[in-house]
């Protein structure tokens, strides 16, 4: 099968995860779409202000009703830094049987260069990156090796961001179809994200 891993820290997952993995899906002829949240991100200075337990449930909330998605808890229960590299073969090992791919932001494919060994990463995995309107990719900047490895698929534009999020939280306004409906309720239900 045909794996597309959608990680992030999904603090919280919202709807713009779900499209960018369902336009992935359809873009690429993807099987099943596995969203991965990450234990601690190495890109991301601070802490997850929800708890990993919460962004799992709120993870496995949000994907219930699409057949093609699928949690995985992966690098939460591996713990520490969650380092692609170790990811990959680790799910390679457990998986021999499916191809794998990333799923990230065109702006994120602009910055695989930075990633930590990031010429062992592509020998053993492709990216899928989604283009947004009104984000221009420059996949010729990009060397060689990367640019082999990346499929592009379109996505449209939606402004939604956790950051956001969790500010309309904090300032007491409406979060309501920025998150899926069981996603809203767990956060409402748990005061997450308040003031």
């Given at each position: 099968?045909?794996i597309?891993?959608?990680?992030?820290?999904?603090?919280?997952?919202?709807?713009?995860?779900?499209?960018a993995?369902?336009?992935?899906?359809?873009?690429?002829?993807?099987?099943?779409?596995w969203?991965?949240?990450?234990?601690?991100p190495?890109?991301?200075?601070?802490?997850?202000?929800?708890?990993a337990?919460?962004?799992?449930?709120?993870?496995?909330?949000?994907?219930a009703?699409?057949?093609a998605f699928?949690?995985?808890?992966f690098?939460?229960?591996?713990?520490?830094v969650s380092?692609?590299i170790?990811?990959?073969?680790?799910?390679?090992?457990?998986?021999?049987?499916?191809?794998?791919?990333?799923?990230?932001?065109a702006?994120?494919v602009?910055?695989?260069?930075?990633?930590?060994?990031?010429?062992?990463?592509?020998?053993?995995?492709?990216?899928?990156?989604?283009?947004?309107?009104?984000?221009?990719?420059?996949?010729d900047?990009?060397?060689?090796?990367?640019?082999?490895?990346?499929s592009i698929?379109?996505?449209?534009?939606?402004?939604?961001?956790?950051?956001?999020?969790?500010?309309?939280?904090?300032?007491?306004?409406?979060?309501?179809?920025?998150?899926?409906?069981?996603?809203?309720?767990?956060?409402?239900?748990?005061?997450?994200y308040?003031?």
């Amino acid at each position: 099968m045909r794996i597309g891993i959608m990680g992030g820290t999904f603090d919280p997952i919202h709807t713009g995860h779900l499209v960018a993995g369902e336009c992935a899906r359809s873009a690429c002829g993807l099987d099943e779409v596995w969203f991965m949240p990450a234990n601690v991100p190495p890109h991301k200075p601070n802490a997850p202000k929800a708890s990993a337990a919460q962004r799992w449930e709120m993870v496995c909330r949000a994907v219930a009703d699409n057949p093609a998605f699928r949690p995985l808890d992966f690098e939460l229960r591996k713990g520490g830094v969650s380092y692609s590299i170790d990811t990959i073969k680790l799910l390679q090992q457990q998986h021999p049987e499916h191809r794998f791919q990333y799923i990230i932001g065109a702006d994120m494919v602009e910055y695989l260069p930075e990633w930590h060994k990031i010429e062992e990463i592509m020998g053993l995995i492709g990216f899928i990156g989604l283009q947004r309107p009104g984000y221009e990719l420059d996949l010729d900047a990009l060397p060689a090796y990367i640019r082999s490895g990346v499929s592009i698929a379109p996505m449209p534009l939606l402004d939604i961001s956790s950051t956001d999020i969790r500010g309309r939280r904090k300032d007491g306004r409406s979060i309501r179809y920025l998150v899926p409906a069981p996603v809203h309720d767990y956060i409402e239900g748990n005061d997450l994200y308040g003031p």
